[in-house]
């Protein structure tokens, strides 16, 4: 499955930013997502995770009551909703997925395939 990241950009602290993620070659309907970031110079980190079903989600504590994942298994797409940004979160965010077992959705280690990022930058 390839993973295609989109919806980044530049935006004022408190604002507010969807990303979407968009399968093709398969569908994503039977795969776990993951969002995950990376800001300059630090580690990829975990943002939030969603199953298959769309029943379960996780997030990251930094993130939890500010963002929210989503997912249309009709059109092959999983969004991310941030609100409230603030300049922390600026970073590159990527899309993962992997088949079927919400487990351990923290560690980007279990996904098997990944989007190529998009930029957000939120500034003060």
């Known amino acids: 499955v390839q993973l295609q990241a989109s919806g980044g950009g530049l935006v004022q602290a408190g604002g507010s930013l969807r990303l979407s993620c968009t399968a093709s070659?398969?569908?994503?309907?039977?795969?776990?997502v993951g969002w995950f970031r990376q800001a300059p110079g630090k580690e990829r980190e975990f943002v939030a995770a969603?199953?298959?079903?769309?029943?379960?989600?996780n997030y990251a504590d930094s993130v939890k009551g500010r963002f929210t994942i989503s997912r249309d298994n009709a059109k092959n797409t999983v969004y991310l909703q941030m609100n409230s940004l603030k300049p922390d979160d600026t970073a590159v965010y990527y899309c993962?997925?992997?088949?079927?077992?919400?487990?351990?959705?923290?560690?980007?280690?279990?996904?098997?395939?990944w989007g190529q990022g998009t930029l957000v930058t939120v500034s003060s």
């Open positions: 969603i199953s298959w079903s769309g029943g379960s989600t």
């Open positions: 993962a997925a992997r088949y079927l077992r919400y487990v351990d959705n923290y560690d980007p280690a279990k996904y098997g395939y």
């Open positions: 070659g398969r569908s994503i309907s039977n795969y776990v």
